[in-house]
């Protein structure tokens, strides 16, 4: 074996930083790429080299296979690692790495593009007697598809030929949905993976999804590492894995890991991979393949922890030549791992893609984190929204959900919204303990869906944060103090303060953050202070009531917005000013103004100034972060002005149209 000793990770974020930590401690070379908008991001800083391969507005920057195979050849590295997600499972790219000379860390072009083929894949699955979930190829023309789905049955899943992570699929309950989920999903699938061919496939409602790794030499050697648990998702996305899959029949389990490894060395696989299942929640003795992703998985960490192999390394070992280095008999699961991803979406307001400046940001201590941000860095809307991963292994189940739940806790990210609360309500819902798991979880729970208003006692946190502001910038001034100090008697300064949902509430605050009295709204004045610990940890004394908190105030933006948060879980707070308060975070608001409720780039007008609307029809569609959302009419009317054009791109709470009711309409 000749170790590689030189890597380009085509990839971003947190995936490209945990690669490059294995190739450094390999003494492996890494070279990073990067588009505009990364230019200062965590993966550009740790990697040995970088380079610049495209502008800051283009999401294609790392799809670019020639500019990629380029700088490979310039800066002669010896292999390109795909990590996740962009040009992992292209068969393209593979193969045009190999045409360069350059070694491909992962399985052959030929494998990519046989498993990348979902309809050929199933085909493949179905002849080696793995029962496969019955479905079909999606027509290209319109006039076919109807029947094809019918031909499916009710409810099917759509979902993109090309890709996976969620992107593009869409449940269909009636036939009368079919063309428009069917338009929805190409346009996002070909966003997402550049690709806009689709299959219809049965939609099985109480399901869980469990998936098993497996490694092969490209020799004929092929083992599994055991196996996960995925269900629990949302929008098809996943959010928190753990392995092994718990309280699975263990005739499942061993059938599920022998035909997985059958899969693979039909395939002669090279590298690690991961096949998935679909089990049926109420007879989880009853599965059926879903697919093969012919790379390293978002959740490959938790079969890290339970197997202490290193897959990354396992792949650059295989790359190399040099085998898999071990056999099934030394493959041993100790312990229960799980991992929860964080992501940049609003986790008060039905999971909509958040952005904005890091201006706190902590990690957990004594469990795993891979994550691609650190503070002061700027999360935009062009990539994945995942911010990093929490990973927490320990030697049951029990207690790996009662270490990650602490470690969530503990989790400072302020700036953005996030789904930190979400995941703590998660791994402590008693369906999730108990093993009760299904992907229909989280939507059965309205998790996400609904706003969670600040407790009085961070408000309190706020007005003082922003009195402590003054008071630091104003120190050593009496003319410039602004504590309210005035003769005669002690004025109170006053800060309207809205949350996410638009509601506003008066804080005064006579005195210093140190030693104030605080009134909100009419309420009853009570005795507050801060001692500030660290950067943004507080501690807040209310009423006698003592609270551990962070803080932090960004002032980056038009407007300034104070964040605070406890348990892990944030809330922003506008500070208003006249006239400065935009109404955002609904849909569609009931005065006919529609607007946008998160940054992002108009994909379809549909309706034009004039035209008539009904309830819930929908008039243009913003896409962030590769998914869709519609802005639909709030009540019956006629559409008096849109104010954008497909291709522009919106801010938060930007007018979109402008609907008004029709006279004598309810």
């Given at each position: 074996?000749?170790?590689?000793?030189?890597?380009?990770?085509?990839n971003?974020?947190?995936?490209?930083?945990?690669i490059?930590?294995?190739?450094q401690?390999?003494?492996?070379?890494?070279?990073?790429?990067?588009?505009?908008?990364?230019?200062?991001?965590?993966?550009?800083?740790?990697?040995?080299?970088?380079?610049?391969?495209?502008?800051?507005?283009?999401?294609?920057?790392?799809?670019?296979?020639?500019?990629?195979?380029?700088?490979?050849?310039?800066?002669g590295?010896?292999?390109?690692?795909?990590?996740?997600?962009?040009?992992?499972?292209?068969?393209e790219?593979?193969?045009?790495?190999?045409?360069?000379?350059?070694?491909?860390?992962?399985?052959?072009?030929?494998?990519?593009?046989?498993?990348?083929?979902?309809?050929?894949?199933?085909?493949?699955?179905?002849?080696?007697?793995?029962?496969?979930?019955?479905?079909?190829?999606?027509?290209?023309?319109?006039?076919?598809?109807?029947?094809?789905?019918?031909?499916?049955?009710?409810?099917?899943?759509?979902?993109?030929?090309?890709?996976?992570?969620?992107?593009?699929?869409r449940?269909?309950?009636?036939?009368?949905?079919?063309?428009?989920?069917?338009?929805?999903?190409?346009?996002?699938?070909?966003?997402?993976?550049?690709?806009?061919?689709?299959?219809?496939?049965?939609?099985?409602?109480?399901?869980?999804?469990?998936?098993?790794?497996?490694?092969?030499?490209?020799?004929?050697?092929?083992?599994?590492?055991?196996?996960?648990?995925?269900?629990?998702?949302?929008?098809?996305?996943?959010?928190?894995?753990?392995?092994?899959?718990?309280?699975?029949?263990?005739?499942?389990?061993?059938?599920?890991?022998?035909?997985?490894?059958?899969?693979?060395?039909?395939?002669?696989?090279?590298?690690?991979?991961?096949?998935?299942?679909?089990?049926?929640?109420?007879?989880?003795?009853?599965?059926?393949?879903?697919?093969?992703?012919?790379?390293?998985?978002?959740?490959?960490?938790?079969?890290?922890?339970?197997?202490?192999?290193?897959?990354?390394?396992?792949?650059?070992?295989?790359?190399?030549?040099?085998?898999?280095?071990?056999?099934?008999?030394?493959?041993?699961?100790?312990?229960?791992?799980?991992?929860?991803?964080?992501?940049?979406?609003?986790?008060?307001?039905?999971f909509?893609?958040?952005?904005?400046?890091?201006?706190?940001?902590?990690?957990?201590?004594g469990?795993?984190?891979?994550?691609?941000?650190?503070?002061?860095?700027?999360?935009g809307?062009?990539?994945d929204?995942?911010?990093?991963?929490?990973?927490?292994?320990?030697?049951?189940?029990?207690?790996?959900?009662?270490?990650?739940?602490?470690a969530?806790?503990?989790?400072?990210?302020?700036?953005?919204?996030?789904?930190?609360?979400?995941?703590?309500?998660?791994?402590?819902?008693?369906?999730?303990?108990?093993?009760?798991?299904?992907?229909?979880?989280?939507?059965?729970?309205?998790?996400?869906?609904?706003?969670?208003?600040?407790?009085?006692?961070?408000?309190?946190?706020?007005?003082?944060?922003?009195?402590?502001?003054?008071?630091?910038?104003?120190?050593g001034?009496?003319?410039?103090?602004?504590?309210?100090?005035?003769?005669?008697?002690?004025?109170?300064?006053?800060?309207?303060?809205?949350?996410?949902?638009?509601?506003?509430?008066?804080?005064?605050?006579?005195?210093?953050?140190?030693?104030?009295?605080?009134?909100?709204?009419?309420?009853?004045?009570?005795?507050?202070?801060?001692?500030?610990?660290?950067?943004?940890?507080?501690?807040?004394?209310?009423?006698?009531?003592?609270?551990?908190?962070?803080?932090?105030?960004?002032?980056?933006?038009?407007?300034?917005?104070?964040?605070?948060?406890?348990?892990?879980?944030?809330?922003?707070?506008?500070?208003?000013?006249?006239?400065?308060?935009?109404?955002?975070?609904?849909?569609?608001?009931?005065?006919?103004?529609?607007?946008?409720?998160?940054?992002?780039?108009?994909?379809?007008?549909?309706?034009?100034?004039?035209?008539?609307?009904?309830?819930?029809?929908?008039?243009?569609?913003?896409?962030?972060?590769?998914?869709?959302?519609?802005?639909?009419?709030?009540?019956v009317?006629?559409?008096?002005?849109?104010?954008?054009?497909v291709?522009?791109?919106?801010?938060?709470?930007?007018?979109?149209?402008?609907?008004?009711?029709?006279?004598?309409?309810?």
């Amino acid at each position: 074996m000749t170790m590689l000793t030189s890597v380009l990770v085509a990839n971003r974020g947190e995936i490209a930083v945990r690669i490059i930590r294995t190739l450094q401690s390999m003494g492996i070379r890494s070279l990073a790429v990067y588009s505009e908008a990364d230019r200062n991001a965590l993966h550009v800083q740790v990697a040995d080299e970088a380079v610049l391969v495209g502008p800051a507005d283009a999401r294609s920057s790392y799809l670019r296979i020639d500019r990629i195979i380029e700088a490979a050849l310039e800066r002669g590295v010896d292999a390109i690692h795909p990590g996740y997600g962009f040009l992992s499972e292209n068969a393209e790219f593979a193969a045009a790495c190999e045409a360069a000379g350059l070694i491909f860390i992962g399985p052959t072009s030929e494998c990519i593009a046989l498993m990348g083929d979902k309809r050929a894949a199933k085909d493949a699955v179905g002849a080696l007697g793995v029962p496969i979930v019955p479905g079909v190829h999606c027509s290209a023309d319109d006039n076919d598809v109807l029947a094809q789905a019918e031909s499916v049955g009710f409810p099917l899943i759509v979902k993109p030929a090309a890709g996976g992570g969620g992107k593009g699929m869409r449940v269909v309950r009636e036939p009368g949905d079919v063309m428009s989920s069917v338009a929805s999903a190409r346009r996002e699938s070909l966003s997402a993976f550049g690709d806009d061919s689709l299959l219809f496939e049965r939609y099985i409602p109480v399901s869980r999804h469990v998936e098993v790794q497996v490694a092969g030499d490209g020799h004929g050697a092929v083992i599994h590492l055991g196996d996960r648990d995925c269900s629990l998702q949302r929008r098809h996305q996943k959010v928190i894995e753990e392995a092994p899959a718990p309280y699975l029949p263990d005739d499942a389990r061993a059938g599920m890991r022998a035909h997985a490894v059958a899969i693979a060395e039909s395939v002669n696989y090279r590298g690690v991979g991961t096949v998935e299942f679909i089990v049926d929640a109420t007879d989880p003795s009853t599965y059926f393949f879903l697919e093969m992703n012919t790379r390293l998985q978002v959740e490959h960490p938790v079969t890290e922890a339970v197997t202490g192999v290193d897959l990354v390394e396992l792949q650059v070992r295989v790359a190399s030549g040099g085998g898999l280095g071990l056999t099934q008999d030394d493959v041993h699961i100790t312990g229960h791992a799980v991992e929860a991803r964080v992501y940049a979406e609003d986790g008060h307001h039905e999971f909509l893609p958040s952005s904005g400046t890091i201006v706190g940001y902590r990690e957990p201590v004594g469990v795993r984190v891979d994550s691609g941000v650190r503070e002061g860095d700027v999360v935009g809307t062009n990539y994945d929204p995942l911010l990093l991963k929490v990973i927490a292994h320990a030697p049951d189940r029990t207690a790996a959900l009662a270490e990650l739940d602490h470690a969530l806790a503990t989790t400072t990210v302020l700036g953005l919204a996030h789904n930190i609360g979400v995941l703590r309500a998660l791994v402590r819902d008693d369906d999730v303990r108990s093993g009760n798991l299904t992907t229909a979880l989280i939507g059965e729970r309205s998790l996400g869906t609904d706003a969670a208003p600040p407790a009085e006692h961070l408000l309190v946190a706020a007005a003082l944060l922003l009195a402590n502001d003054r008071e630091v910038r104003t120190a050593g001034s009496p003319f410039t103090d602004q504590v309210g100090w005035r003769v005669g008697e002690p004025a109170a300064v006053v800060t309207k303060l809205a949350d996410s949902s638009s509601e506003v509430t008066t804080v005064s605050v006579t005195g210093r953050s140190t030693d104030a009295t605080v009134t909100i709204n009419d309420g009853e004045p009570r005795p507050a202070s801060i001692a500030t610990r660290a950067a943004n940890d507080i501690t807040l004394r209310d009423a006698g009531i003592s609270h551990r908190l962070t803080g932090a105030i960004d002032a980056t933006g038009p407007d300034v917005v104070v964040w605070v948060g406890e348990g892990g879980d944030t809330w922003p707070l506008h500070v208003q000013r006249p006239k400065m308060l935009a109404r955002d975070g609904a849909l569609a608001d009931t005065d006919g103004e529609l607007r946008s409720p998160m940054p992002g780039s108009v994909v379809m007008v549909k309706k034009n100034a004039g035209e008539a609307v009904s309830e819930g029809e929908v008039i243009a569609v913003i896409e962030a972060m590769k998914m869709e959302y519609p802005l639909v009419a709030p009540f019956v009317g006629q559409v008096e002005s849109i104010a954008v054009s497909v291709g522009a791109q919106v801010t938060r709470g930007q007018i979109v149209a402008i609907v008004v009711p029709v006279e004598g309409a309810s």
